[in-house]
């Protein structure tokens, strides 16, 4: 069974840094774009970052442009969501996604991706 499985999360003070990774198993996602979204306790899933499959394409949300990096390794499956500058308003519990349809596809609404994770918590302290 296909399924992604983010870690690194954890709690870290403001300024800080984080490196999220997403792994895939069960298929090949190589040819998928991939996306970050987080969700903050009580308030809506919200686009974060998306990769298109060969890496080449990259689109940020503007709360996290300059800060954030994604990036992808096919040869490992995995995608990474490197964090900088960290702000206590980047706390959530953040999710990777996969769309299989759109390989070229930088989608920052919630609806095209066909695969998600279960998410990992990341919570930055003032």
């Known amino acids: 069974q296909a399924q992604l499985v983010e870690s690194g999360g954890g709690l870290v003070q403001a300024g800080g840094s984080l490196r999220l990774s997403c792994t895939a198993s069960g298929r090949t996602f190589r040819r998928a774009a991939m996306g970050w979204f987080r969700q903050a306790p009580g308030k809506e899933r919200e686009f974060v970052a998306a990769?298109?499959?060969?890496?080449?394409?990259?689109y940020y949300a503007g709360s996290v442009k300059g800060r954030f990096t994604i990036s992808r390794d096919n040869a490992e499956n995995t995608v990474y969501l490197q964090m900088n500058s960290l702000k206590p308003e980047d706390t959530a519990v953040y999710f990777c996604?996969?769309?299989?349809?759109?390989?070229?596809?930088?989608?920052?609404?919630?609806?095209?991706?066909?695969?998600w994770g279960q998410g990992t918590q990341v919570t930055v302290s003032s």
């Open positions: 990769i298109n499959w060969s890496g080449e394409n990259t």
């Open positions: 996604a996969a769309d299989l349809d759109e390989p070229y596809g930088l989608a920052s609404s919630a609806n095209p991706y066909d695969y």
